[in-house]
């Protein structure tokens, strides 16, 4: 696919550096989309698992630490580790439930023990590559990228009407608020001028940020509470090695390393190509390194995030370097406590309005992937109805695995897993037959470039 097919306007390639008046705002543009998402996965394993306030605190910093340094090193490589792309790093939520279930058992100690070795899969999985390359086909990686955003709209649907299980859930200050942010980002985006455009999701968050301190939905208190200044402390709740923690996390960081290849499809068919095999080497080993650094000073698992694949796809901003300035704002966050509460006071509906942007941007470039590179025969379009039906029947209806043990419910209640292995399955042993396509499996397989590393 050339640069000639898509439709999209890359305001910014990747190599280019913006004047830093221009750059910073990008950057926290970015900072903005994912922070609290980022924060959610530290303060939902902290309550699940049981830790002091001081604990729970430092779990956040890490979080915005490591998805920093993750974030500098996915876009400015450090050799082969990094994918050299615009990639905004952050917490996983893959894998809340397997770090519940490990850390009520096992303690922190043997959850960051297993994130620490575990992250060794995910390496490998990059280091070799070229071993699995010819099973992930644009049909396999445009399914990924489509299920993401699919099960990813209903969440940025429940943080506009205030975030789910809230009390008030669905209040009309809540949606008036996260439509105006929804609205405000899509008009901007559209009159396709300047800075409306590239900062389009930036002014729509402030606005409604203001829109919702107007309505008293803004709480500062926890500001006035928070220090200064925090450090990463290696090993700051000890370390322990388990079989059944490292088999779990280990499964856990396949289903991440579909997700990354998903991202870096997405990000890539913004220039209108197919990722280079460097370039999934390097992110892919890039998430297992930095997720396994994090591991050692208490931070978990790291991954590509989906809403900045759709910030990069909604702005046409495609800057390495931005995207650097977004992770070096990340790290200053997580060692300034206060004012990284501060960003954190921003209320769901705001989050809601501009995650509903993003989410279906990722949507779009799943399509996209599939309609550039995938015939539309009937033995591929058998192969996406069977992937998307299962993956989004476990993420919509996840009580029918109710009965299986908790490690296999963790797993196959997973949207990208179930989706990625039906598609892998059925890509690889449904034949394609003369009069079904003009496009076979192999021929797909050469579409992504061979490695130039």
């Not at 991202?263 to 998430?287: F, Q």
Request: glycine fraction near 12%; include cysteine; charged fraction near 10%.
């Amino acid at each position: 696919m050339s640069d000639d097919d898509t439709d999209i306007d890359v305001a910014y390639g990747i190599d280019a550096k913006p004047p830093l008046r221009e750059s910073i705002p990008l950057g926290l543009q970015h900072v903005l989309a994912m922070i609290l998402p980022n924060l959610a996965p530290p303060l939902i394993i902290a309550g699940a698992v049981g830790v002091t306030t001081g604990q729970e605190t430092y779990l956040v910093q890490m979080a915005l630490v490591f998805a920093g340094c993750a974030t500098i090193v996915q876009a400015s490589p450090i050799g082969p580790i990094g994918a050299r792309l615009p990639i905004v790093m952050g917490t996983s939520f893959a894998f809340i439930g397997g770090i519940v279930a490990v850390g009520t058992q096992y303690g922190l100690s043997g959850v960051f023990g297993a994130c620490i070795v575990a992250g060794l899969v995910e390496v490998f999985i990059g280091w070799k590559y070229e071993w699995f390359r010819s099973y992930f086909t644009p049909l396999v990686n445009g399914l990924i990228v489509v299920i993401i955003g699919l099960y990813l709209v209903p969440v940025g649907m429940d943080y506009l009407a205030g975030g789910a299980g809230a009390a008030d859930y669905g209040r009309p200050a809540n949606l008036a608020v996260g439509v105006l942010v929804f609205g405000v980002a899509i008009g901007l985006n559209r009159l396709r001028s300047g800075y409306s455009r590239t900062l389009s999701l930036l002014v729509s968050i402030v606005i409604g940020y203001v829109a919702a301190w107007a309505l008293g939905m803004v709480d500062f208190t926890p500001v006035a509470q928070a220090d200064w200044i925090a450090y990463p402390t290696p090993l700051a709740f000890g370390i322990s090695f388990e079989p059944v923690p490292i088999l779990i996390i280990g499964i856990l960081y396949v289903t991440t390393a579909m997700e990354t290849i998903g991202h870096i499809s997405a990000i890539t068919a913004v220039e209108g190509r197919t990722p280079e095999r460097s370039e999934l080497k390097g992110g892919l080993v890039a998430d297992g390194v930095m997720s396994s650094v994090a591991g050692a000073f208490g931070g978990f698992p790291n991954t590509s995030f989906a809403q900045n694949v759709g910030v990069v796809t909604f702005t046409g901003i495609m800057s390495r370097f931005v995207v650097v300035i977004s992770g070096v704002l990340l790290v200053v966050l997580g060692l300034v406590p206060k004012i990284s509460v501060l960003f954190a006071t921003m209320p769901d509906p705001v989050l809601g309005g501009a995650s509903l942007v993003m989410f279906g941007m990722v949507l779009s470039n799943g399509l996209a992937i599939l309609r550039e590179n995938v015939p539309l025969n009937q033995r591929n379009m058998v192969i996406i109805a069977a992937s998307i039906s299962l993956g989004l029947g476990v993420a919509t209806r996840p009580a029918v695995l109710e009965q299986f043990p908790t490690a296999v419910e963790t797993v196959l209640g997973e949207a990208v897993v179930v989706t990625a292995v039906t598609s892998l399955v059925l890509d690889a042993v449904f034949p394609t037959e003369d009069h079904d396509a003009d496009t076979t499996h192999d021929e797909l397989v050469e579409r992504q470039p061979e490695a130039d590393d």
